[in-house]
């Protein structure tokens, strides 16, 4: 009998936060990966975000549950021990710049089939891989805001962290075709150059 799910017998690790790297875990998920979410010792930052600045106290925020559906979660420290327990048997890892790329090649090593990708806002190396950014300043970078709003007013951004949401699905389409070619790298997403 066939899987009813394409990722039936995939294991994800997920190590980000925001919004690309968890919108492509819950990507693999839909698609009947078992994805388990990483959160740092408070618990994942999104947990408590409000659009509107209004949640219901003891509740977590809906577009935190909405990119978690699914998946099972743990927290706790990113010591090499509790890195190497949750990895351990993984196919992909995602991150977002949380594990250094030392632990990220240390993981390879041990574990030559494991899949890595990283999405960060410039990619894990480069000129620009330390710089901090926004939703704005990426969408101004890539010329985005150049072809909106008019000439007599500021530069006007898409709302919703669209970028974000793009770099996710790129991350969860890279981590498929490298998987389908038998896994075993790092891709390094850039949330600009998804933009």
């Known amino acids: 009998m066939s899987s009813r799910y394409a990722l039936d017998n995939v294991r994800v690790v997920d190590f980000s936060t925001g919004v690309a790297g968890p919108y492509a875990t819950h990507l693999l998920s839909d698609m009947g990966a078992d994805v388990v979410k990483v959160e740092p010792p408070t618990g994942d930052p999104l947990r408590t975000w409000s659009a509107s600045g209004c949640r219901p106290a003891g509740e977590d925020g809906a577009l935190f549950t909405f990119l978690n559906a ?15 327990a949750l990895v351990g048997g993984a196919d992909i890892l995602i991150e977002g710049g949380q594990l250094p790329l030392t632990t990220l090649d240390d993981l390879r090593k041990k574990q030559p089939h494991l899949l890595i990708v990283s999405v960060t806002p410039f990619g894990r190396v480069g000129p620009w891989a330390e710089r901090p950014a926004t939703e704005f300043t990426l969408q101004a970078l890539c010329g985005s805001t150049a072809s909106r709003g008019t000439t007599d007013r500021p530069p006007v951004a898409v709302g919703g962290r669209l970028g974000e949401w793009i770099a996710g699905t790129y991350t969860a389409v890279a981590a498929l075709a490298f998987l389908a070619g038998g896994g075993g790298d790092h891709v390094d997403v850039s949330t600009l150059e998804c933009m």
């Open 70 to 84: 699914g998946k099972r979660s743990v927290c706790g420290g990113l010591d090499e021990a509790t890195v190497d």
